[in-house]
């Protein structure tokens, strides 16, 4: 396979988030780069992959392309099961969806997510700072898919010891069996996607563990750019760039129109 | 009955509404436009995941907020996913200037279905472990039988419910394609319901297969034919998204949030809530290229007969 020379730091997110989907597994996919990185996996090594979109729709096989939406219309063409957001949010409460993919704009050591706000809380929380979208699903995929699988952009401003607002709970305060204790279900993160790595949550402390490095990057060019001192897991290695047909999918066949996937220079 | 005679019977100020539809899919658009028309204030909304109709209703507020104003959100996600933020989420919130309960799709959609069992609450697991539970009035208990830490959530009745279908007969009985949302137990929870759909069918068709039926006609106050009711967002089987639309919409409030001039969003509103008669008279602005294009789209990705 030919290594790919020309590609951007969200195509790269995509092809690691795609690599990390199982094929035949039942996976809760979030709106965005979760979404085009499902659509690779089923177009390269997951053909089975089953796809379970919170507005309703499970197990479509996508031939129209990239939903631009998890209620887009393309979402519902030959899904085996479609009812509304209850019966998909009931189906993961119920423990079928081994993994869920999310994306957020902050997350903490514990892989804890925030996609509310960005400013004081609790006291500026009726007046934040900024202002995100809100959890939409993110919270009850981090509260019951048996793992989850996290997209994060890395800035050290985002990588924080303390998060603004906890939307979508990881590994909590990372002491052992925090999730059960309160009363969620699921292993908790279990791999996180950056712009600089590939990480998972040490089994003991369930802190960020720098697994694969980006071609360019560094355990210490990582480090400098995190808000946290990260763990480095014993056998640290650089992830493989993208194939050029990897790239040339993701560009005419996953998202020919850039919905998702921008197309500005790394 | 027409749209503007059911808006002006079944809504009031200050009355809680919940919204329809997913994002910006069967969003009730032309019932909010409406809305705006008429001019209602200090209103509720509750919605899981919505873009279109409470940025319209918002974007009326930040124009004309003597005419039109929210007091408070009830809420999972205010966005449009590919289409990007909400940029009069962000200029409300950021400005303090409307209370809101941070929820998400699951909380919103059990609360929904709580008012629509007729119960006053609802265990989930959803809000636990996060911030959400903290900043809401959920209730954490031990359940009573497991032992093991649950989420009580209240029931959402809303005053009025605002549901897009693609049919419906004139009692109430509506068939939905595609993602039902969380449309039937919005419709079921709230005490009215106004329904405008996409076809109005007779009875005898809409009822042939009684499983169809998506929401029964008790739930339902009023149904009224508004062909296009959901656009620029989009309803299963009719029309795809005018994507276009939304962000130009968009860019017009945008530039509000750092504080620039209201002038080209009031002159949106003026040309095409304030100064047309309905909301047949806004969908004729756009050139029947366009509209055919959203339809060609939509039943390609159905992939069905029409």
């Known amino acids: ?266 | 009955m027409t749209l503007k005679e059911a808006v002006s019977r079944f809504v009031k100020n200050g009355d809680n509404v919940g919204i329809g539809g997913f994002v910006n899919l069967r969003q009730p658009v032309a019932t909010v436009h409406e809305m705006v028309r008429q001019g209602f204030k200090d209103l509720t909304l509750s919605f899981q995941s919505a873009a279109m109709a409470p940025e319209l209703l918002a974007g009326a507020m930040m124009v004309r907020p003597d005419h039109c104003s929210i007091k408070r959100i009830e809420l999972a996600y205010w966005g449009h996913e590919a289409y990007g933020l909400s940029p009069a989420w962000r200029y409300l919130a950021e400005r303090g200037m409307i209370e809101f309960e941070d929820w998400s799709n699951y909380n919103m959609s059990a609360r929904f279905k709580a008012g629509a069992m007729g119960l006053p609450f609802i265990p989930t697991r959803g809000p636990l472990g996060g911030d959400i539970k903290n900043t809401s009035r959920t209730k954490v208990i031990d359940c009573p039988f497991t032992g093991r830490p649950i989420a009580l959530l209240p029931a959402s009745n809303p005053n009025v419910g605002l549901i897009h279908v693609q049919a419906a007969d004139m009692y109430g009985n509506c068939i939905i394609r595609g993602t039902d949302a969380t449309c039937a137990e919005i419709a079921m929870a709230s005490a009215h319901t106004i329904v405008t759909c996409e076809q109005l069918l007779s009875h005898e068709v809409i009822t042939s297969n009684p499983k169809d039926i998506m929401i029964p006609f008790p739930a339902v106050d009023a149904v009224i034919q508004v062909p296009y009711g959901a656009y620029p967002g989009a309803c299963r089987r009719h029309y795809y998204f005018n994507g276009e639309h939304i962000r130009e919409f968009l860019a017009l409030i945008a530039p509000m949030v750092k504080g620039g001039s209201s002038d080209a969003l009031k002159a949106w509103y003026d040309e095409n809530i304030f100064g047309v008669e309905n909301f047949d008279d806004y969908i004729e602005k756009f050139s029947t290229k366009k509209l055919l294009a959203d339809q060609a789209a939509e039943s390609y990705h159905c992939e069905r007969l029409a």
């Open chain 1, 1 to 266: 396979m030919t290594v790919s020379t020309d590609y951007t730091a969200q195509e790269i997110i995509v092809v690691a988030g795609a690599k990390i989907l199982e094929n035949n597994k039942i996976v809760f996919v979030g709106t965005g780069l979760p979404m085009v990185a499902s659509l690779l996996a089923k177009l390269t090594h997951a053909p089975g992959l089953i796809p379970v979109f919170e507005a309703g729709a499970m197990g479509p096989p996508l031939k129209h392309g990239l939903p631009i939406s998890v209620g887009d219309s393309k979402t519902g063409t030959g899904a085996s099961y479609m009812k509304g957001l209850n019966a998909a949010f009931e189906l993961t409460q119920r423990g079928f969806a081994d993994f869920g993919f999310i994306g957020g704009a902050e997350v903490d050591m514990y892989g804890n997510l925030n996609s509310t706000m960005m400013g004081d809380y609790p006291d500026g929380y009726q007046k934040p700072k900024v202002r995100l979208p809100g959890s939409g699903g993110a919270s009850d995929m981090a509260a019951s898919c048996e793992r989850t699988i996290l997209i994060v952009p890395h800035d050290k401003k985002k990588f924080n010891e303390k998060l603004s607002y906890i939307t979508s709970p990881g590994h909590l305060d990372g002491t052992p069996g925090a999730r059960y204790k309160a009363g969620m279900q699921g292993k908790g993160p279990y791999r996180l996607i950056t712009t600089k790595g590939i990480f998972d949550f040490e089994e003991k402390t369930k802190r960020m563990r720098i697994l694969h490095t980006f071609p360019g990057e560094t355990i210490e060019s990582i480090q400098a750019a995190t808000g946290f001192e990260l763990l480095v897991a014993p056998d640290v290695t650089q992830f493989a760039p993208p194939t050029v047909e990897e790239v040339r999918l993701i560009r005419e066949e996953v998202d020919p129109n850039g919905v998702f996937v921008k197309r500005a220079a790394k």
